[in-house]
């Protein structure tokens, strides 16, 4: 699993911080999205091997399936806007580190969070409350795998250049 205790700190502490919160996150949506999906995958093989019991009792195991349905949907919505708003967050700050020290490469680290908020956006308006398996099984993916990666590849290299840049250039305070 790609997280922030196998990625190399960069000079300034408030990246790093931030950075460990977008692992966390990530790591914690993909453990409720992984839960999500064995309930849908369950549900189904419910419904396909659907035997004659008492109705009452199937009817009680519908309802206490879709109630802790339900609160994983919410926690999972609550936690994708939380890792989208941060990382917007956590962008701007940076571009304002960059804009103040007058970082050479500012403009196209600028242009890469651009483009990884369009995709973020994207892939976090997948989600809906009744996702099907693959929509489920997709931002899985993301969270364990795709987005990971990304923030991992992003840290060391142009964050680990800006961060050097900046803290080298009396940028410590930050
Ligand atoms: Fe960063
Ligand atoms: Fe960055």
New binding site residues.
Partial sequence: MTDFECTPQVALDFMNREHRKAFDDANALKRLLDKALALKLDSALKSETKSPEPEALGEFETEEEAKTSQSDSTKIELLMQTLLLDTVTH?KL?EQCMEQYEFPAREA?SQ??RLVLQWMDREHSLWSRDCNIETINHLSIYAADRFPKWLLN?IVT??TV?ASYIHRHGGTSF
């Fill in positions: 962008f940076e680290h890469e969070h992003h142009m964050d800006m």
